[in-house]
Nanobody
Framework: QVQLVESGGGLVQAGGSLRLSCAASGRTFSSYAMGWFRQAPGKEREFVAAISWSGGSTAYADSVKGRFTISRDNAKNTAYLQMNSLKPEDTAVYYC?????????????????WGQGTQVTVSS
């Protein structure tokens, strides 16, 4: 069982930056692939970024490529999402998720555990 807690969301102006954190419980964090997803009001949950268990492989949605960076610190049981050059269309609730597989996973249905989410609001 893995419990995930996101933090770092908030209100930021367009062009600004935020760093989201996802703290995981348990001693097996390093064996999980991690992902970030987001859901805006009235829209489906969408893939943002994913990272393999070792951090050696990553994947990004086209809409955030070049602006967002996913990373992880297995010693701290934490995954991160650095978000730069934020746009109003990035406004959403951001969720982190953990998957028992070790590779990069972009499909939300493949993930085993989810956090409660953190709100990110980007004003124009």
């Amino acid at each position: 069982q893995v419990q995930l807690v996101e933090s770092g969301g908030g209100l930021v102006q367009a062009g600004g930056s935020l760093r989201l954190s996802c703290a995981a419980s348990g001693r097996t964090f390093s064996s999980y692939a991690m992902g970030w997803f987001r859901q805006a009001p009235g829209k489906e949950r969408e893939f943002v970024a994913a990272i393999s268990w070792s951090g050696g492989s990553t994947a990004y949605a086209d809409s955030v490529k070049g602006r967002f960076t996913i990373s992880r610190d297995n010693a701290k049981n934490t995954a991160y999402l650095q978000m730069n050059s934020l746009k109003p269309e990035d406004t959403a609730v951001y969720y982190c998720a953990a998957d028992r597989s070790r590779g990069v996973v972009v499909t939300p249905g493949m993930y085993d555990y989810w956090g409660q989410g953190t709100q990110v609001t980007v004003s124009s």
